[in-house]
């Protein structure tokens, strides 16, 4: 009863400083809003605010501030942690409505953005150019850049042009007390600490980010891709470190096991060899003479490593089917059953052939299939676990599995996240990658911005308190993982 | 040479202790970039002792290792294995180590094309300012779980935290690397190099000084070829990429009184009265001077850092901060360090 009273208040208190179209508070409005990309998680905000200007933001962080009101940013929702879930006792900021590419500048080759812009957008704006922002999330039809600095989003090209953190070269932002700042600059590097650095990946916990200025990169001239197939994935896993060996940084390096392989053909006639136990997509770029040199490059090394039959794309038409099998992917596996969730661990590349056996032997363990495809030239794994949410406890049998996935990951020398975020998915295994030291030493980078505690609480950074309950569920042969955090 | 050795608990145990009696620290290795920042008081912390290369697998494209390896030991193993520090850090002296040259986070002519410092930290492990050792990033490319606090390392000098050991992103090497130069005055120099950019030539450097423009090209042998028949120009060898990396280059060596000036690369010709040498495409102007040209900087959207090789600095070299930002960072500094007992004072004399 109480919170129904602070909710009606605070509405009214937010419908006094901003426009009536810029809040929305009735249940069927909200409803939209309960979910990110992750919608096995669900909470409904007090409200959703939805503003036009930073002043507005501003002004709504301020009360919030004064109030002592919880703020969950959001950009476009598609995030897989569940970074943009709402909090029931917290307003939902939507950046939405700041979808202006503000500047292309040619001479500097940067663009100057509002948070709320898609990612494609602005290559499709930078295009006349002859420029391009060349972090590619698959997702970049929907998600916005605001997001992609949230989760220092990656994609296809990252192996050679980098994550976001590596394209985007200044921020506004604006802190939970409401005051603006600006990180980094239009300059190559800043004085001062690099805050660029911090805030990119740290998923709406330290600032609203309100401006962006990214790098423009001039499109490559030519871009080939070749495909490899292999008789086991072990050997494809292998091919991946050899060819980063040889010297060669592939545009893309992508490896797809059999499963996904066949779901990918179904799908869109991609032309995949459907025996193979493996295939290997590997994309080079750059002008037509680096092109040709390191296409034969690759094909050499391939070949050396294994691989039983490769093909070269001829030309653009079949290249853009090559990528149409990878691209649709995910669509493709959601055909095979009735859900699946997506991981998203890393490994240093030379465990992919380890992590690869040992995700098979927990998908056996857990009666739960598992398809392969991902970033195999940063070692970025998306493991898809199909289950049916309709059957009793394959939901929480699954998210297990993809708990005990992520700790190999980090066994074998590797991370809990590569480009979805921690959110609120992965906070448990959060314990498992770092100790209380360390969770500490975040505690008080976020209490630096926002003393309080205002901005997105609950993710992305566990409290000790929650690792010592998530450690006692996970007693393994009488052995606590976190013997030394303080159990309350 | 001085063999590999682990002294992170020494280290910390140091650094505990002046904790407890709020002792300063001085955090010194091979004391190569002492210019770079002011000159502070306290306990000498030396960190030298604590060296070696502790992981490398060429295959990985990543190297790692503690923080007092000289960087002429990690140079010597990657180019053993054809791969490169591709941010190529300035001013060796044999003496610089790997700790130094993250903690300054300096990059060298390749800086503009390939990236920064901070852009190739993968991970770190640290002392913060309460003795505790701490461990952000790893060794994998890709990694998002928590704050990005080994970048946030890179250039804060050792006042957030003692380096102990640091993994970085490795590149190979072009198969053919050429430099050539041509004469122009500023204008065209730019609006060349950036044509060339645009058109896809593989530029890794630049430099401009005297109406004369340098540029080094790295890519495989014909894509080399390709653009030497295109661009023109006379080839020459690559030295000038060496003595411009390691400041030895005659504008250093003449020009002792020096302002680092980072603005964005399409700035018009600047400061015309002053004698300059113009990097990384434009964005870096090395300007020769003693007065101070803070106000000039911020009014090109740009900063500039007071920069007199081998002699210590008696005042914060650094564009100043804005009283919010600074602020934020006195919060930040307080977040690693809460008794301010890390290289206080380097940077700006409050954090
Ligand atoms: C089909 C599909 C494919 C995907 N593929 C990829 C991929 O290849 N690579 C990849 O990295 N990701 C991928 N993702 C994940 C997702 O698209 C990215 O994480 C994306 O960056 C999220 O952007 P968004 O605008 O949807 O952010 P949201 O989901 O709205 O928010 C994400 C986080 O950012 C915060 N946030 C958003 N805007 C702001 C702001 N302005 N200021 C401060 N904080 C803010 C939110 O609070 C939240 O924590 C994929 C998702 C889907 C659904």
Redesign the interface.
């Known amino acids: 009863m109480n919170s129904v009273i602070n909710k009606n208040n605070f509405v009214q208190s937010l419908l006094k400083i901003l426009p009536s179209q810029c809040v929305l508070h009735e249940a069927e409005d909200l409803a939209p809003y309960e979910c990110d990309g992750l919608s096995v998680y669900r909470a409904t905000p007090m409200a959703v605010v939805l503003p036009d200007n930073i002043e507005q933001i501003k002004t709504v962080l301020t009360l919030c501030h004064t109030e002592n009101i919880p703020v969950v940013a959001r950009g476009a929702g598609t995030g897989l942690s569940g970074g943009a879930l709402p909090l029931d006792n917290g307003i939902l900021l939507s950046l939405a409505r700041f979808n202006q590419i503000l500047d292309i500048?040619t001479?500097?080759r940067t663009a100057r953005v509002q948070p709320g812009v898609r990612n494609l957008a602005i290559s499709e704006a930078a295009s006349t150019h002859?420029l391009y922002y060349a972090p590619d999330p698959s997702s970049q039809i929907a998600c916005s850049i605001g997001g992609n600095v949230a989760?220092?989003s990656?994609g296809v090209h990252?192996?050679k042009y980098?994550?976001t953190?590596?394209n985007i070269i200044k921020l506004q932002i604006i802190?939970m007390q409401g005051?603006?700042?600006t990180l980094g600059?239009?300059?190559?590097?800043?004085?001062?600490?690099?805050?660029l650095?911090?805030m990119?990946?740290?998923e709406g916990l330290?600032g609203i980010i309100t401006e962006i200025t990214v790098k423009l990169l001039?499109k490559?001239?030519a871009a080939r891709v070749m495909m490899a197939s292999f008789n086991d994935v072990a050997t494809a896993g292998q091919a991946v470190?050899?060819v980063?060996?040889s010297?060669?940084?592939p545009a893309g390096l992508e490896l797809m096991d059999n499963a996904a392989i066949r779901a990918a053909d179904d799908f869109v006639q991609a032309g995949y060899p459907r025996d193979a136990a493996a295939i290997l997509l590997c994309e080079v770029d750059?002008?037509e003479?680096?092109v040709?040199?390191?296409l034969e490059q690759a094909k050499a090394v391939l070949k050396a490593s294994g691989a039983v039959e490769i093909s070269i794309a001829g030309d653009e038409q079949e290249r853009l089917k090559f990528w149409a099998g990878r691209k649709a992917a995910f669509p493709a596996v959601g055909r095979l059953a009735p859900d699946y969730y997506c991981m998203d661990g890393?490994?240093?590349?030379?465990q992919i052939a380890t992590v690869l056996t040992r995700i098979h032997e927990l998908s056996d363990e857990y009666g739960l299939d598992v398809v392969n495809v991902f970033?195999a030239g940063?070692?970025?794994l998306h493991p898809l676990i199909l289950y049916d949410a309709n059957i009793d406890g394959e939901l929480e049998r699954t998210e297990e599995l993809g708990g005990r996935i992520l700790e190999v990951c980090v066994e074998l020398?590797?991370?809990?996240?590569?480009?979805?975020?921690?959110g609120m998915e992965?906070i448990n295994?959060?314990c498992v990658?770092?100790n209380s030291?360390?969770l500490t030493?975040?505690h008080?980078?976020k209490?630096?911005?926002d003393p309080d505690g205002l901005l997105n609480p609950g993710k992305?950074?566990p409290t000790l308190h929650r690792c010592a309950e998530f450690g006692a569920m996970h007693v393994h042969h009488g052995q606590l993982p976190h013997p030394h955090i303080e159990r309350f | 040479m001085t063999s590999a050795a682990d002294i992170s608990t020494t280290l910390a145990d140091q650094v505990k202790t002046a904790f407890s009696c709020r002792q300063p620290l001085r955090i010194n290795a091979g004391n190569s970039k002492a210019f770079y920042g002011n000159t502070i008081e306290g306990d000498v912390l030396n960190v030298n002792a604590h060296r070696g290369i502790i992981e490398y697998q060429p295959s990985e494209l990543v190297i790692t290792a503690r923080s007092g390896t000289p960087l002429n030991e990690i140079e010597t193993a990657l180019a053993e294995n054809n791969q490169m520090l591709a941010f190529e850090p300035p001013l060796h002296t044999e003496h610089a180590t790997f700790g130094g040259a993250i903690a300054t986070g300096l990059s060298g002519p390749r800086r503009a094309f390939t990236g920064a410092a901070r852009d190739f930290v993968l991970g770190t492990t640290v002392i913060n300012g309460k003795g505790e050792i701490l461990s952000f990033g790893g060794q994998v490319m890709k990694n998002v779980a928590g704050y990005d606090v080994s970048r946030l390392m890179a250039g804060a000098q050792g006042t957030l935290g003692v380096l102990l050991d640091i993994s970085v992103k490795v590149l190979p090497l072009a198969e053919k690397e050429i430099t050539l130069v041509f004469e122009f005055d500023q204008q065209t120099a730019h609006d060349q190099l950036r044509q060339w950019i645009l058109q896809g030539h593989a530029v890794s450097a630049s430099c401009f000084t005297n109406n004369i423009l340098s540029v080094r090209l790295s890519s495989t042998e014909s894509s080399v070829n390709h653009s030497i028949s295109e661009l023109g120009g006379e080839i020459t060898d690559n030295n000038i990429w060496i003595q411009l990396r390691h400041q030895t280059h005659p504008f250093f060596t003449d020009n002792t009184r020096l302002w680092r000036l980072s603005v964005p690369p399409a700035t018009e010709p600047v400061l015309q009265d002053h004698n300059q040498l113009i990097e990384w495409g434009g964005a870096l102007r090395w300007i020769a001077g003693e007065d101070a040209i803070y106000e000039q900087a911020a009014a090109l959207n740009g900063h500039a850092t007071r920069y007199a090789l081998h002699t210590n600095s008696d005042s914060d070299p650094f564009q100043p901060l804005g009283p919010t930002m600074l602020k934020l960072h006195r919060q930040l500094k307080q977040a690693f360090d809460p008794e301010l007992i890390l290289n206080r004072g380097r940077t700006y004399s409050s954090l």
């Open positions: 500048d001479e500097n002859g989760e220092n990656g990252c192996l980098g994550l953190v590596h802190t005051e603006e700042l600059g239009d300059t190559l590097d800043s004085p001062g600490y690099d805050l650095a911090l990119t990946g740290s330290l001039p490559p001239a470190s050899e980063i060996a010297g060669i940084v750059g002008n003479h680096e040709a040199d390191e890393t490994i240093p590349r030379h970033h940063d070692g970025n020398g590797g991370s809990i996240t590569g480009e979805h975020g921690v992965k295994q959060m990658q770092y030291n360390e030493q975040f008080a980078i209490y630096a911005f992305a950074i």
